[in-house]
């Protein structure tokens, strides 16, 4: 498979990486580029090659980890990881790094989800269904996000996918939750939108900060 070198990134995609087992395994590998947001996806690998624009995607990533991850903490949930955790959804053959991923307490011991270890850095990996996963949409994701992981998020019975799309204003904030068929988008009130998996409702706010530049706040009640 050919080299592509994005931004000073080498990404060498071995030639034996053809399988959703030999993707995790080549995550495992000294030489994999981490720099670079890798897939396994529709049978092959997908990398995102854009870097994170500052204020539609890091900034917005930033206030719902704060507040996700603070509300987990306090009231003992389970675990909220940011980007970083390698999923393997073995059902849908995908296999990436979720902008957000929550893992709640039931899931670990009723076994729908379980973290396994890598072969030189502990825990790397969790194979199962994640009760709630999180998407930052960004130029070179809109298909990724909108299409692929929304299909293979319900194949493996994820409960809840929130996509955030702050690329233009006013943004675009979505908890899509399950039903028997497909994942259908929460109706909101107010910008209010109920998650089932929280048990609260979010309204995600752009807001200007002192220097005109947008600022978002994630509310919950």
């Known amino acids: 498979m050919p080299t592509l070198v994005v931004d000073d990134v080498s990404l060498h995609i071995p030639e034996c990486v053809t399988s959703l087992e030999a993707f995790v395994r080549w995550n495992e590998e000294p030489d994999f580029p981490e720099k670079l947001k ?24 930033n206030e719902l980890y704060r507040v996700l991850a603070q509300l987990v903490r306090d009231e003992d949930l389970g ?7 390698l999923i393997a959804l073995e059902e849908a053959d995908v296999s990436g790094n979720p902008d957000g991923t929550f ?22 990996l969790l194979e199962g269904s994640p009760d709630m996963v999180l998407e930052v949409v960004s ?29 233009k204003s006013p943004l675009t904030f979505t908890i899509l939750r399950r039903n028997s068929k497909r994942f259908l988008a ?26 005109g530049n947008p600022k978002y706040r994630l509310e919950t009640k």
């Open 38 to 61: 890798t897939w396994w996806l529709n049978g092959k690998v997908w990398a995102d090659i854009s870097r994170q624009q500052y204020y539609s995607h890091l900034a917005v990533k």
């Open 79 to 85: 675990d909220f990881v940011p980007d970083g955790l």
């Open 103 to 124: 893992i709640s307490h039931e899931a670990f011991e009723e076994g729908r989800a379980k973290l396994v270890e890598g072969s030189r850095h502990g825990y790397t």
């Open 139 to 167: 130029d070179s994701s809109v298909e990724k996000d909108y299409e692929w992981l929304r299909e293979a998020y319900f194949d493996v019975g994820v409960k809840e996918y929130w996509l955030v799309d702050a690329r």
């Open 186 to 211: 929460t109706r909101g009130q107010d910008g209010w939108l109920k998650s089932q998996v929280f048990g609260k409702s979010f309204r995600l706010l752009e807001l200007k900060d002192r220097r």
